[in-house]
């Protein structure tokens, strides 16, 4: 984890800096890494408090407690498919070509995010702060309006809702061509479908039992995957800025839509479809569990 927090800026140094939506993109550039600071210095950072935590609580109380390696290798294996998902060539391409930047999202919302999501990063975190900054961290957590509004937002029912809403409202034609054309909104819309997610896996792995967790995986792959029938079969384009270079790549703009579409449509919901059954077949194997101690009783 430590040599990846610094191998990722070192590479994107090695390459001529492009920068997202027409402030300073050449268009006969090769494929390229994308330096975008707002994105690479919270992914560096990120990187560097979550293994400082980590040395340090297993330093403290032994490598493997607090916090296992599969969830440390989690957090790693999340951390780096966001940054191919935003850094990488595929960024760099998914300006350009509507399928690719949905593949870039995809990755995000339901790669990236559960992978962060089940490493339960925010105790990393607060043992990278000082000890009496922790503590300060820790209460405000645990008590007060902090704690009152971070139980809303994560409630299984909420965070469904809030990610819903956020795929939903950025697939909006207008909205999601304000993005490709505006920075300020791309950023926007990045942070929201990652926060979005991040809150909508946390949800179902800590507040939800998990039969209710794979019903609400259910939900999510019936309405994203309505989305992108949608999309898919459109009779016209609706992302005229989006599939505008569409002809560069060998496609036209409608097939371009198509092929977003159904990336979201089938691999997408493929995702969430098997993470529902994994969630069926741990609420089978509990119930089983407490039938049988129901019977030895």
Request: hydrophobic share 55%; proline share 5%.
């Given at each position: 984890?430590?040599?990846?927090?610094?191998?990722?800026p070192l590479s994107l140094l090695a390459t001529p800096p492009v920068f997202a939506h027409g402030t300073a993109v050449d268009a006969e550039a090769p494929?390229?890494?994308?330096?975008?600071?707002?994105?690479?210095?919270?992914?560096?950072?990120?990187?560097?408090?979550?293994?400082?935590?980590?040395?340090?609580l297993w330093r403290r109380a032994g490598v493997g407690r607090g916090l296992r390696g599969w969830q440390a290798g989690c957090y790693g294996a999340g951390?780096?498919?966001?940054?191919?998902?935003?850094?990488?060539?595929?960024?760099?391409?998914?300006?350009?070509?509507?399928?690719?930047?949905?593949?870039?999202?995809?990755?995000?919302?339901?790669?990236?995010?559960?992978?962060?999501?089940?490493?339960?990063?925010?105790?990393?975190?607060?043992?990278?702060?000082?000890?009496?900054?922790?503590?300060?961290?820790?209460?405000?957590?645990?008590?007060?309006?902090?704690?009152?509004?971070?139980?809303?937002?994560?409630?299984?029912?909420?965070?469904?809702?809030?990610?819903?809403?956020?795929?939903?409202?950025?697939?909006?034609?207008?909205?999601?061509?304000?993005?490709?054309?505006?920075?300020?909104?791309?950023?926007?819309?990045?942070?929201?479908?990652?926060?979005?997610?991040?809150?909508?896996?946390?949800?179902?792995?800590?507040?939800?039992?998990?039969?209710?967790?794979?019903?609400?995986?259910?939900?999510?792959?019936?309405?994203?995957?309505?989305?992108?029938?949608?999309?898919?079969?459109?009779?016209?384009?609706?992302?005229?800025?989006?599939?505008?270079?569409?002809?560069?790549?060998?496609?036209?703009?409608?097939?371009?839509?198509?092929?977003?579409?159904?990336?979201?449509?089938?691999?997408?919901?493929?995702?969430?479809?098997?993470?529902?059954?994994?969630?069926?077949?741990?609420?089978?194997?509990?119930?089983?569990?407490?039938?049988?101690?129901v019977l030895r009783g």
């Amino acid at each position: 984890m430590r040599a990846l927090a610094v191998v990722l800026p070192l590479s994107l140094l090695a390459t001529p800096p492009v920068f997202a939506h027409g402030t300073a993109v050449d268009a006969e550039a090769p494929l390229s890494w994308t330096f975008d600071p707002l994105v690479v210095v919270p992914l560096v950072l990120s990187a560097a408090l979550y293994t400082t935590g980590l040395w340090r609580l297993w330093r403290r109380a032994g490598v493997g407690r607090g916090l296992r390696g599969w969830q440390a290798g989690c957090y790693g294996a999340g951390w780096l498919a966001l940054a191919l998902a935003l850094c990488s060539p595929l960024h760099w391409a998914g300006e350009r070509v509507f399928v690719f930047h949905m593949i870039e999202h995809e990755i995000v919302v339901a790669v990236a995010a559960p992978l962060i999501a089940v490493s339960r990063p925010v105790g990393a975190f607060l043992w990278a702060l000082p000890p009496a900054m922790r503590r300060r961290f820790g209460g405000a957590l645990r008590r007060g309006p902090a704690r009152r509004l971070w139980d809303l937002i994560v409630d299984h029912r909420n965070a469904t809702i809030l990610h819903g809403v956020a795929l939903w409202a950025w697939h909006a034609p207008t909205l999601f061509d304000l993005s490709v054309t505006n920075l300020a909104a791309h950023r926007l819309q990045h942070l929201s479908f990652l926060a979005t997610a991040l809150l909508f896996w946390w949800s179902l792995l800590r507040r939800a039992s998990a039969g209710a967790a794979a019903w609400r995986l259910l939900i999510t792959m019936l309405h994203t995957s309505a989305l992108g029938a949608l999309i898919a079969l459109a009779p016209r384009v609706l992302y005229d800025a989006q599939t505008a270079r569409a002809a560069e790549w060998g496609l036209t703009p409608l097939e371009d839509q198509q092929l977003a579409g159904f990336v979201m449509w089938v691999p997408a919901g493929a995702i969430y479809a098997g993470a529902a059954l994994a969630f069926v077949g741990l609420w089978i194997g509990r119930a089983g569990r407490d039938g049988r101690a129901v019977l030895r009783g």
